[in-house]
């Protein structure tokens, strides 16, 4: 059984460029959520994904979005980067709702220069 | 907007157990407890979740009082690969959970 894996594991972006990252999620799971973790701080939740639909969404302005594909796997796009979005994004799935404990992925930490 | 307050770190000698407490006052009565970890530069792990009565698996035992106002996570033998930032998250059972923000946690260093 495949693990949730994102990609790239690290990338260095300008500000103003856009971002795509990636993850796939674990097997068999069709829920997908997104998180921002700034450097000290807990995990963020930015939005969750569930069967290709948005499924809820936290504190975050519409330059993030997202999008999920049918085999579940799914990605977080940021535009207009600023300084402030350097942080460690992490996916993490779970099988539908109700199921109780979400798998993470290693994340991908993003620096904006 | 962490509905959860944890000490921001703590110390435990390995083999003893380490004994992490966290309050969640406002805890309603359909949101459960969680408690995830983090090893330094990788995605949390889930450790274990409870509603009112203690539960306890392979990692960890999970005390809840009884008026649901706080927790304590306990693992029996701490050893060094349990240093970690120990989160304690509430949220409704059926998925809401998954989107509510971490709190700070509380950072675990286990000494040997």
């Known amino acids: 059984e495949t693990g949730v894996t994102q990609s790239p594991t690290h990338l260095i972006k300008t500000r103003g460029q856009q971002v795509t990252l990636r993850c796939s999620s674990q097997s068999g799971h069709n829920t997908v959520s997104w998180y921002q973790q700034a450097l000290g701080q807990g995990p963020q939740f930015i939005f969750q994904?569930?069967?290709?639909?948005?499924?809820g969404r936290g504190n975050f302005p519409p330059r993030f979005s997202g999008l999920q594909f049918p085999n579940y796997s799914s990605e977080l796009n940021v535009n207009a980067l600023e300084l402030d979005d350097s942080a460690l994004y992490l996916c993490?799935?779970?099988?539908?709702?109700?199921?109780?404990?979400?798998?993470f992925g290693p994340g991908t930490r993003l620096t904006v220069l | 907007d962490a509905k959860t307050t944890q000490p921001p770190s703590m110390d435990c000698a390995e083999g003893r157990a380490a004994n992490l407490p966290c309050n969640h006052s406002t805890i309603s009565g359909n949101e459960y407890v969680y408690w995830y970890r983090q090893i330094h530069s990788q995605g949390p792990q889930y450790i274990i979740h409870?509603?009112?009565n203690n539960e306890t698996n392979e990692m960890a035992s999970l005390i809840i009082t009884e008026d649901r106002k706080s927790s304590t996570l306990i693992l029996p033998h701490a050893t060094l690969r349990d240093t970690a930032v120990y989160y304690c998250?509430?949220?409704?059972?059926?998925?809401?959970?998954?989107?509510?923000?971490f709190g700070t946690g509380t950072k675990l260093q286990v000494i040997p």
């Open positions: 998250i509430v949220g409704p059972h059926s998925g809401g959970y998954q989107k509510v923000t």
């Open positions: 994904y569930y069967r290709e639909e948005e499924n």
């Open positions: 409870g509603l009112k």
């Open positions: 993490a799935s779970s099988l539908p709702q109700g199921v109780d404990e979400q798998f």
